[in-house]
């Protein structure tokens, strides 16, 4: 099955930018989306598609695609931010199947 | 926005069958994939696999020889069944719409499933 690789853990300054990413060869062929988790909440979405954003998410949160690797971008990171990130998409070695990566801990200092 | 709402037993024990039920709010059931999704204490999101209308389904090859989902339109419902559980089944499962490209656009509130004796 596809693997999709995140960094476990970024942090970045309140206000700064950062980028978080996702790596997996399924994404030469398929968008990532990402969501957001905080503790002892469900996943929502932030991200889908080639950078579509669902009704309520600030505008600070964007995404891109290049080769193998999807990425979130949070410009003007809040404190609200600090969650953990998944990035999915289709599974590569079978496209009926959808996989995860393993998630990053986003640290807002 | 429709509403997810995923039950069934906290408590199962070992060799059991672990049996969720989800309920869609909002009617939609008949228009898009239904998925289960779990996740231990932790630990990430592991997708268990989705069921359509049509009654096809699909399984996380990981999880395929364990796994049944079924749907019920009368009831705007949708199930998970997953046999001869281990403690490394215990975990948050979440029920959730699934719509283009595999995106999770709805998800329940999510309940956790502890495998104990």
């Known amino acids: 099955s596809s693997e999709l690789t995140q960094d476990p853990a970024v942090s970045v300054a309140l206000g700064q930018t950062v980028r978080i990413t996702c790596q997996g060869d399924?994404?030469?062929?398929?968008?990532a989306s990402w969501y957001q988790q905080k503790p002892g909440q469900a996943p929502v979405v932030v991200i889908y598609?080639?950078?579509n954003r669902p009704s309520g998410i600030p505008d600070r949160f964007s995404g891109s695609s290049s080769g193998d690797t999807a990425s979130l971008t949070i410009t003007g990171a809040q404190a609200d931010d600090e969650a953990d990130y998944y990035c999915?998409?289709?599974?590569?070695?079978?496209?009926?199947?959808?996989?995860f990566g393993g998630g990053t801990k986003l640290t807002v200092l | 926005q429709v509403q997810l709402q995923e039950s069934g037993p906290g408590l199962v024990k070992p060799s059991e069958i672990l049996s969720l039920t989800c309920t869609v709010s909002?009617?939609?059931?008949?228009?898009?994939?239904w998925s289960w999704i779990r996740q231990p204490a932790g630990k990430g999101l592991e997708w268990i696999g989705r069921?359509?209308?049509?009654?096809?389904?699909n399984y996380n090859p990981s999880l395929k020889s364990r796994v049944t989902m079924s749907l019920d339109t009368s009831r705007s419902q949708f199930s998970l069944k997953l046999t001869s559980v281990t403690a490394a089944d215990t975990a948050v499962y979440y029920c959730?719409?699934?719509?283009?490209?595999?995106?999770?656009?709805?998800w329940g509130q999510g309940t956790l499933v502890t495998v104990s004796s």
């Open positions: 959730a719409r699934e719509g283009s490209f595999s995106v999770f656009q709805d």
């Open positions: 909002d009617g939609s059931i008949s228009s898009y994939y």
């Open positions: 069921i359509y209308i049509s009654g096809s389904s």
């Open positions: 399924s994404l030469r062929s398929y968008y």
């Open positions: 598609g080639k950078n």
């Open positions: 999915n998409s289709r599974d590569s070695s079978n496209t009926h199947y959808v996989a």
